[in-house]
């Protein structure tokens, strides 16, 4: 008596409630009547609570599209549904948020991790699962030098980035003095070490500090314009630029201020206050599907899943990385397998809408276009690649 | 720019005298019941969504900052919303978490551990109404540099935010040490069954203590906004800070938390440009410790009112 029922109630405790769990995790709308096809699930890893949330949620609703689009369109052999595993974009909670989905068995690939944080901490149990992820997003030039077997993205690394930054503000905007100021995460010093290399190389005057996210940038703006740069470029993402320009131009500073990819959001916009904003320069290895003509029909597919609302920064690369992996598992049928997938996706060469996606040995996607945005009446307007805003 | 030392001082003061009106909630509620109270951040961060919302609500629409009266009668609406948000949500917390324990005699850790949880209830329930992401307060004036002294640029908003401390600082002074009022707090402060036998309504002194802090804390949490924005995780690290700053001047002493304030402020901004930002926050608390081992009921001495 007692202690063997007692176990066994609790077992079965545990796994009515891991029965609710996998019900809850499943979403409402999964309709399981179809009952013959094969059904794959695609695991997500991105910020969906916490303050850099929008970025995640970008990256999710481009998957979102893809998914949908491709359920609707009924011509394969099986069916898609989203697990979303959640990772605030921290790193201490990547590791939890990949084996969530490494534990679904039936999550064939992972679009994620989002961010770069989160992406070095989950990687490593990814590749131990032999489970496939690409990133939409994550930029820290690291990851594909960390020997990950299993990590792909669909965005080029911050060395990239770097370089045409330090470009486009050595040449366009001509610019003797920059001082540049990092997140201390892994995506910010990645970006700000690839910055400012590149701004040395071009005989640039070269101003480097880190500062964990702090909210109070009274003293550190103060001690920006008295280092007087031409420029200031932030190396870490919007929720706390913002209050970075904030600071800057309420102590008057008028010069240059960008940041890279990871402030590239409308809420920068909200959170500093378009009056605030205005003019701030933001750079990123990503296009802007909106105002992109090639990618009207994604834009009109994006809105119509997700109520209309526009596709934000991610989105569209976040739907390439979910095409890669469909044209995988298409090419595979109802056999695939996370080692076939993986195995696979090397040979993807599709055209995507942000850009062609063909990866290399490394696993970096081989086209590499910066472009710079600025903020003009509120607004996120693209200006052009840097390649072509840099010539003379 | 020249010499920033001008420049440091005044974001310094600035900030501490946000630090102060917050302190003086913790001061204040020590002062009569001799218990930090743990979810005074949150009191804090619900005051600045009531001065936004408020704010945001009666903003008229249309391109631009509003200008002259229409400024200044907005940034009075977002002080007195973000007063009103804090002391309503201070009761709340009085009657939820202090009063029922208070009636069965509990022991203080318990009252440590009904804070943190309506601390932690707060701020979810904050995130979960108010979005996860920063909120910014819309602009209620153009801020700009308003004037310059000494090489330092100070904006409009700097005055707003320093005018509006100082104000509220010198009136709870004023509050404390010379009306009825005041008097009845204090005289709980130096012992609570004497004042009872004198006829002092305890409870009513103690609601009145919260009441009066949480709208010193939601004012300063509106004014803390305008410049950091908002968010449901907004009321720690500032709570954690006039916390310190209270403590620094003396717990329970209305001048010290005042002086711990400035004092915390001009620390952090100095300390933040010498060594490095980051350490901000080690140095703030580097100086607590070396006071207190020095002094360790703080620079003014605990005690309401009189010295112990």
């Known amino acids: 008596m007692g202690a063997p029922s007692r176990r066994l109630r609790l077992l079965a405790t545990t796994a009515a409630v891991a029965a609710v769990v996998a019900a809850a995790g499943c979403g409402g709308d999964g309709d399981d009547a179809s009952g013959a096809k094969k059904a794959y699930a695609i695991g997500f890893q991105g910020p969906l609570s916490g303050e850099n949330q929008q970025l995640g949620i970008n990256a999710y609703n481009g998957m979102l599209t893809a998914v949908e689009a491709f359920n609707r369109s009924g011509a394969q052999p099986f069916t898609l549904r989203i697990v979303a595993s959640d990772d605030q974009g921290v790193p201490e909670q990547g590791p939890t948020a990949a084996q969530k989905l490494i534990d679904v068995p039936d999550v064939i690939a992972v679009v994620g991790p989002v961010f770069s944080g989160p992406a070095k901490s989950s990687e490593p149990l990814y590749s131990q699962a032999g489970l496939l992820s690409v990133s939409p997003s994550a930029t820290s030039p690291q990851l594909t030098d960390l020997g990950f077997t299993s990590f792909y993205r669909v965005i080029s690394p911050d060395t990239v980035q770097g370089a045409a930054a330090a470009d486009y503000l050595a040449k366009a905007l001509k610019a003797n003095r920059v001082f540049s100021l990092d997140d201390r995460s892994d995506y910010g010093v990645g970006l700000s070490a690839s910055l400012e290399k590149a701004l040395r190389d071009q005989g640039v005057t070269v101003v480097h500090d880190g500062l964990n996210p702090t909210k109070d940038y009274t003293s550190e703006a103060t001690k920006i314009i008295a280092a007087g740069p031409d420029a200031v470029y932030y190396s870490g993402y919007y929720a706390e630029f913002a209050l970075l320009v904030k600071a800057l131009r309420g102590k008057g500073y008028d010069g240059e201020i960008l940041a890279g990819d990871g402030s590239n959001d409308d809420q920068l916009i909200r959170q500093a206050g378009a009056r605030t904003a205005e003019g701030v320069l933001l750079t990123c290895a990503c296009g802007d599907a909106n105002s992109d003509p090639r990618a009207a029909s994604f834009v009109a597919e994006f809105k119509r899943v997700n109520s209309g609302v526009r596709p934000g920064t991610y989105s569209g690369e976040a739907y390439d990385a979910t095409q890669a992996i469909i044209s995988v598992l298409t090419r595979n049928g109802a056999t695939a397998t996370r080692t076939s997938v993986r195995e696979g996706l090397r040979a993807v060469d599709i055209p995507g809408v942000t850009k062609r996606i063909k990866f290399d040995e490394r696993g970096e996607v081989s086209d590499s276009t910066v472009y710079v945005y600025e903020i003009r009446d509120g607004q996120r307007v693209v200006l052009g690649p840097t390649s072509t805003l840099t010539k003379p | ?308």
Not at chain 2, 37 to 58: C, I
Not at chain 2, 106 to 118: E, N, Q, T, V
Request: charged share 10%.
């Open chain 2, 1 to 308: 720019m020249g010499d920033p030392v001008a420049q440091l001082a005044i974001d310094g003061l600035t900030v501490g005298a946000l630090y102060a009106v917050i302190a003086l909630g913790y001061t204040l509620v020590y002062g009569v019941l001799q218990l930090i109270n743990f979810a005074h951040g949150e009191v804090f961060m619900l005051g600045a969504f009531g001065g936004l919302y408020a704010a945001r609500g009666v903003l008229p629409g249309g391109d631009g900052a509003p200008g002259g009266l229409a400024s200044v009668g907005l940034v009075a609406i977002g002080i007195a919303a973000g007063g009103l948000a804090g002391a309503v949500a201070a009761l709340g917390l009085e009657r939820a978490a202090y009063r029922p324990l208070r009636r069965r005699g509990a022991p203080r850790l318990a009252y440590l551990i009904s804070a943190i949880g309506a601390s932690m209830f707060a701020f979810n329930l904050a995130g979960k109404e108010f979005g996860r992401q920063n909120v910014p307060v819309p602009d209620l004036f153009t801020n700009g540099t308003l004037l310059r002294v000494a090489g330092a640029e100070i904006s409009t908003q700097t005055v707003v935010i320093a005018a509006t401390a100082l104000a509220m600082l010198l009136a709870v002074d004023h509050l404390v040490s010379a009306t009825r009022l005041g008097q009845s707090i204090r005289a709980v402060a130096e012992d609570a069954e004497c004042a009872t036998l004198h006829g002092v309504d305890v409870d009513r002194v103690i609601v009145a203590a919260f009441v009066l802090g949480g709208m010193l804390a939601g004012a300063g949490g509106f004014l803390y906004a305008m410049t950091f924005n908002a968010s449901y995780t907004m009321g720690f690290v500032p709570g954690i800070k006039a916390f310190t700053a209270a403590v620094l001047g003396g717990i329970g002493n209305v001048r010290g938390a005042v002086l711990g304030g400035l004092l915390l402020g001009l620390v952090e901004s100095f300390g933040g440009y010498l060594l490095d930002a980051a350490y901000k926050d080690v140095i703030a608390f580097a100086v607590l410790i070396a006071v207190l081992l020095v002094r360790p009921t703080g620079l003014l001495g605990a005690r309401l009112g009189r010295a112990a």
